[in-house]
């Protein structure tokens, strides 16, 4: 290990910062502050335990985001077990359906624009910020499947054997949590701009 990672991990600072941010990281995901907190002591207690096992082929923050998440795949699964899949009916969707026409056209003031620069914005923390609280305000079950697909990488046949759903309805979820947080960001942040403190 380099002595400088052994550093940063024996740093209280560094430890700090690091755990703050695996901690929001962590509720994100499992929306409950107690499992949250407890991935975050496992992770940090892995990552201490197995730090010379550390082989530098990442920074050491991105090798300890990884333990952590692991653990959060592994609690989703957990739960998962725990409480089988209820149906998509849970979800309201009546939101959405105002986004249509009776004929299934999108409504003229709803229609998807070009947004002006998503590149450079994905490089705005003030971005993320407006993106994290899109996803915050998704149902459960389409922010579960979300995250699960687009942060902690999972694949379709192991979220659906972890949820215990089927394909198609995995993509319809998936289909309809990218539809709200498309609509989400393009009326608080596309549609508005990045806006000073």
């Known amino acids: 290990m380099n ?7 024996a740093d209280p600072v560094f430890l700090s910062s690091l755990r ?17 907190e407890d991935a975050v ?3 940090l207690a892995g990552a201490l335990k197995n730090a010379r096992s550390f082989e530098q082929r990442s920074a050491i923050k991105t090798w300890v985001f990884g333990i952590l998440k692991n653990k959060i795949t592994d609690t989703l699964r957990q739960r998962q077990r725990e409480a089988a899949f209820s149906s998509l009916d849970a979800d309201s969707d ?7 026409t009776k004929r299934g056209h999108w409504q003229r003031h709803e229609r998807p624009v070009a947004w002006a620069q998503p590149l450079e914005d994905l490089h705005s923390a003030q971005f993320w910020l407006v993106f994290e609280a899109c996803l915050h305000g998704l149902p459960d079950q389409q922010a579960r499947v979300f995250t699960m697909r687009e942060f902690l990488e999972m694949d379709s046949v192991e979220i659906c054997d972890v949820l215990k759903m089927t394909t198609s309805n995995l993509h319809v979820v998936l289909y309809r949590a990218r539809l709200r947080l498309r609509e989400c960001l393009e009326n608080t942040w596309f549609l508005e701009g990045e806006k000073p403190c």
């Open 3 to 9: 002595p400088d990672s052994q550093a940063d991990l």
């Open 20 to 36: 703050s941010q695996m901690l929001k990281f962590a509720i994100l995901h499992l929306q409950d502050d107690s499992a949250a």
């Open 41 to 43: 002591q496992e992770a």
């Open 94 to 100: 009546a939101d959405l359906e105002a986004l249509f």
